[in-house]
């Protein structure tokens, strides 16, 4: 019994310490690696209380600390938990009832309204009510298979006795924290990435056909590579060149991309709200710019965002979109593809950008939002531009 106060004093006690300056996950790895007291599974519980609590915080009415964290384990949770059952224990027989379900019942306490603290800014082509319930609920891990490689994953899956769920053809989806059998090679024989950023493959397939096989591709905030990657494995071997913004996110790319095989391609730095970027090319013919955002549509994954982050911030994030597009536009030919992709949810950084590129002399040929919240994924925004 002490136990469990203990575990809900030491969540406390890590939220009041947080003060939003880096990822909740990177703070608690960095304050557990000081802390040589807890143990493996004294990490997890008291973790999985701070990221419920998170996620249902701003949606509790005249709520304790400790009522939060409670309330968290219930809404949150859907297995019988030792802290229920000593504080509510009516509540842990209903544990396993939907999220729907358990808000309604504490309606007295919970402002489901308020679970997402800007919905006014969520676009019309978010389900809200049901992008609101997903915030509750931690996300899957989504990997996809590499080419050939998939009845060896899916055999040593089901070796290890990890349950799976096939997605789409060749997408697996996992419980979060899922740890996938040492036999298996991350990058070689499988990719970890979201169900959702999949899919901007699946729709990106038909316009990468139209390009001529000698075509010049720029991936221009390429991250580690997981979309270059998949390109490659969809059969596309153009003239690829990959770009960020320092050396160090390049050097992690670099180590994927020997992983993946993935040899012949050029990478340089480019800052691209610079108005003096220096590219190997003067024009590309297709340019993927998976741009800085507020990563709303990721919340489900770091929920400590639905405390921190500020309205504000948007006009920030859509004032280095807009000058990033308007940059990239130079580096096009023409009949070029811009490819705008984010993982944010609010129309301000999605649909009123495309409605600036246009004007820059685009013509919009695909618009939509992956919808993320039906498959415990991410949602993301993709539009298809095309340079007149």
């Known amino acids: 019994m002490s136990r469990f106060y203990s575990y809900l004093n030491s969540a406390n006690h890590l939220i009041d310490l947080y003060k939003g300056e880096l990822p909740f996950a990177i703070f608690l790895k960095q304050y ?25 915080a701003n949606a509790l009415k005249n709520c304790n600390e400790e009522e939060r964290l409670v309330i968290g384990i219930y809404i949150c949770e859907n297995k019988p938990n030792p802290i229920l059952a000593l504080l509510q224990p009516a509540w842990n027989e209903t544990i396993h009832e939907s999220v729907d379900f358990k808000i309604n019942l504490l309606k007295d306490k919970i402002d489901v309204d308020t679970i997402f603290p800007l919905l006014q800014h969520v676009a019309n082509g978010i389900d809200k009510a049901l992008f609101t319930i997903s915030i509750c609920i931690q996300p899957n891990l989504f990997i996809r298979l590499r080419p050939e490689k998939e009845s060896l994953v899916t055999e040593s899956l089901k070796a290890a006795d990890l349950a799976f769920e096939s997605l789409y053809s060749s997408t697996l989806a996992l419980v979060n924290g899922s740890k996938l059998p040492d036999s298996l090679v991350l990058d070689q024989d499988y990719v970890v990435q979201d169900a959702s950023s999949q899919q901007v493959g699946t729709v990106l397939k038909t316009y990468l056909k139209t390009l001529t096989p000698s075509a010049t591709v720029w991936d221009c905030c390429a991250a580690s590579g997981g979309k270059s990657i998949m390109m490659k494995d969809a059969g596309f071997d153009y003239q690829l060149y990959v770009s960020d913004i320092r050396a160090s996110i390049l050097a992690n790319l670099t ?12 990478q340089f730095i480019a800052d691209l709200t610079s108005p003096t970027i220096k590219a190997p090319l003067d024009y590309f013919d297709l340019i993927l710019a998976d741009v800085p955002c507020s990563g709303s549509g990721t919340w489900g994954r770091t929920p400590e965002q639905l405390s921190f982050f500020k309205a504000e911030d948007i006009q920030l994030y859509t004032n280095r979109q807009n000058l990033i597009v308007a940059n990239l536009s130079s580096f096009l030919k023409k009949n070029g593809l811009l490819v705008y992709i984010t993982c944010s949810v609010f129309k301000e950084e999605n649909e009123e950008i495309v409605k600036n590129i246009v004007q820059l002399g685009f013509d919009a040929l695909h618009t939509q939002y992956i919808l993320g919240y039906k498959h415990k994924a991410d949602s993301m925004f993709l539009s298809i531009l095309q340079k007149k």
């Open 32 to 56: 557990f690696a000081k802390e040589k007291k807890y143990g493996s599974k004294d990490r997890k519980n008291i973790s999985a209380l701070c990221f419920n609590y998170f996620r249902i």
């Open 255 to 266: 180590q994927r991309f020997s992983a993946a095989g993935i040899k012949n391609h050029t």
